[in-house]
């Protein structure tokens, strides 16, 4: 089960960047929307469990990272790298660093809201889904500002760093690039997912999306103008593609080779 798909991605969105739902911009906003967010994520997930008690959630969430332009940009870097855990860090109960606990509470969020995600992470049935995607890392300017760095560290990367932080088997949830780069991205990513697991992370699973095209992804569906982007295993007829073909190869070379490799895990 995915109760929320995205926290992060949903708040930033909605109420920082103020492109989704409620449109707003500010940290008060975002800080609103976050709690909102995990808070019905994991009420969710305690409802679900009452009907059944063996459900396994896979939380999937944006891998970010941001990158400093220059010197004087560190500072500013390292409390976005430190914002990006904060959806992650509320489910699973992850005591938060004093500064996000101090930006917490200075736009919204009681001590009490604080100390209820403490106290009612369920991680023990969660699987970490971790997206990935070219626009998943940032540039950090001298204004303050970010852009998109593209590829720098990869999924391998900063996978990697989320695991190191709540040490949970891993699934690569997402990841997606247009023709004609879709196939070698697709590699890619199979590559870092794979090398994940030779160094010990638990990785339990793969997925590109989507299985068909998406309508408008390019403007992170800020506009309804019904443009297809050319992203899915098949395209709006049913049609594979070539990055579909690839995916299939990829399920006969290496499925067998996968199911031996869980070394007895289970959930």
Avoid at 66 to 93: M, T, V, W
Avoid at 96 to 120: A, C, H, Q, R
Wanted: proline share 4%; with cysteine.
């Amino acid at each position: 089960y995915t109760p929320i798909n995205e926290i992060f991605i949903a708040a930033m969105f909605s109420a920082q960047y103020g492109w989704w739902n409620e449109r707003l911009t500010g940290d008060n906003y975002f800080v609103t929307a976050l709690k909102h967010l995990c808070k019905a994520n994991i009420l969710a997930m305690q409802a679900i469990l009452q009907v059944q008690p063996n459900a396994i959630f896979i939380q999937s969430e944006s891998a970010e990272y941001f990158h400093a332009e220059e010197p004087s940009c560190q500072p500013r870097a390292k409390i976005l790298n430190e914002k990006r855990f904060l959806s992650l860090d509320l489910i699973y109960g992850y005591p938060i660093s004093v500064p996000m606990y101090e930006y917490l509470l200075d736009n919204g969020m009681t001590k009490d809201e604080y100390n209820w995600f403490m106290n009612n992470s369920r991680k023990s049935r969660c699987i970490m889904g971790n997206d990935y995607y070219i626009t998943n890392e940032h540039l950090v300017k001298s204004d303050g500002s970010t852009v998109a760095s593209g590829e720098i560290f990869g999924y391998h990367v900063i996978t990697g760093q989320y695991f190191r932080r709540y040490n949970l088997p891993v699934m690569h949830t997402e990841t997606n690039l247009l023709e004609p780069l879709s196939v070698h991205w697709l590699k890619k990513q199979w590559t870092n997912a794979y090398q994940l697991r030779q160094d010990g992370v638990p990785l339990l699973g793969f997925t590109w999306y989507s299985l068909i095209d998406q309508v408008d992804w390019d403007t992170a569906l800020r506009n309804d103008s019904g443009k297809i982007n050319e992203l899915g295993l098949y395209d709006m007829e049913r049609n594979i593609r070539p990055v579909g073909i690839e995916y299939k190869k990829l399920i006969k070379q290496w499925g067998s080779i996968m199911d031996d490799q869980l070394y007895g895990f289970h959930m």
